[in-house]
C-alpha cells in the first residue's frame, strides 16, 4: 500500500496545500474528469485523479469523502480553490504527468488501487 | 408513527449560481458529522444532497432544501420552482441528460444525479409537473439497515 507522500514522489508532484498530512494510505484512486460518475462510483477515500480545476472538484470531492486529488498536465488551480481545499483539509498534489501516466506509475506500484 | 424532530434547517438554492453550487450540501455535511450520524450515513446524504442542490442550480430558478434528523432518519426535500419533468421515467435512467455543454464542462450532466440520488436513499420520491417544478424526497436510516 502506498502513501500519499509515495504517490507524490511516484509522479514528481507538487503539493498546492502545504501543511495537510499526506502520511495517509492511498488504498484506491478514480481518474475521472466526470463529477457526476465520482459522485456515483468512487469509493469513500480513494484520491481522485482528475484534469478538472474549478471548485466543484474540491467540493465534489468533499462530499464523496475523496482522500487528495490528483491534477494532471501540471494543471493549477485559482487559488481561492486551493484555499477552500486547504479550509476543508484536503490535499491537491499537481503533476507534469497525463491523466494516463499517473494511473500507470500508481498502477505499477500499487495494482490494487484501481477500481 | 410520529418520529421527534431532533434537527431541522432550510437551504435556499438559487438557480444559475454555478459560484456556490455545493456550499449548502457541505454545511449539510458538516451539519450531521456534529449531530454524531454515521459515517456512512453522511456520506449517502451528502451526495444525494449534492445531486438535489445541482438539478436545482442547473435547471430551475430556484429551490428550498429541507434537512431534517431524527432518531432513526435523515430526510432531505427539494422543492424547485423550475420546468419540471416532462417523462419522469426517462429521466431516471441512467445517461439520460437534457444537460448544456456549459454543465458538461463542469463535470455534471452525466445523467446520473437522479439514478445516484435513488441508489443512495432508503425512500425516494419524485414528483413533477411540467411548468410548475419538481419535489424530491429522500429519506436515509440511520440505523444502517436499508428500507
Known amino acids: ?115 | 408513527m410520529m418520529t421527534e424532530i431532533s434537527f431541522q434547517q432550510e437551504f435556499e438554492i438559487k438557480g444559475g449560481d454555478f459560484v456556490r453550487a455545493g456550499e449548502a450540501s457541505c454545511e449539510i455535511k458538516n451539519l450531521l458529522k456534529e449531530l454524531g450520524v454515521a459515517m456512512q450515513v453522511v456520506r449517502r446524504a451528502a451526495i444525494v444532497s449534492y445531486e438535489a442542490e445541482m438539478n436545482v442550480i442547473m435547471y430551475a430558478g430556484s429551490g428550498r432544501l429541507d434537512l431534517s434528523v431524527t432518531s432513526d432518519r435523515v430526510q432531505i426535500v427539494v422543492d424547485d420552482r423550475g420546468p419540471g419533468i416532462e417523462d419522469v421515467e426517462l429521466a431516471m435512467s441512467e445517461g439520460y441528460s437534457t444537460a448544456t455543454p456549459e454543465m458538461r464542462e463542469l463535470g455534471f450532466g452525466a445523467g446520473m444525479g437522479l439514478p445516484n440520488i435513488k441508489r443512495n436513499s432508503d425512500i425516494f420520491k419524485i414528483h413533477s409537473k411540467v411548468g410548475r417544478g419538481t419535489r424530491l424526497e429522500m429519506t436515509i436510516r440511520t440505523n444502517g439497515h436499508r428500507l
Open chain 1, 1 to 115: 500500500m502506498l502513501t500519499l507522500k509515495e504517490v507524490q514522489s511516484l509522479l514528481s508532484g507538487e503539493l498546492l496545500t502545504p501543511g495537510i498530512n499526506l502520511e495517509k494510505e492511498c488504498s484506491k484512486v478514480f481518474a475521472s474528469d466526470m463529477m457526476s460518475d465520482v459522485l456515483a462510483f468512487i469509493d469513500p477515500e480513494s484520491v481522485l485523479v482528475t484534469g478538472l480545476i474549478t471548485s466543484h472538484v474540491v467540493r465534489t470531492a468533499c462530499l464523496a469523502d475523496v482522500s487528495a486529488i490528483i491534477l494532471v498536465q501540471g494543471k493549477r488551480p485559482e487559488p481561492m480553490v486551493v484555499d477552500e481545499a486547504r479550509v476543508r483539509n484536503l490535499p491537491i498534489i499537481s503533476t507534469a504527468c497525463s491523466m494516463f501516466e499517473v494511473c500507470a506509475r500508481i498502477s505499477r506500484s500499487h495494482p490494487e488501487a484501481g477500481r
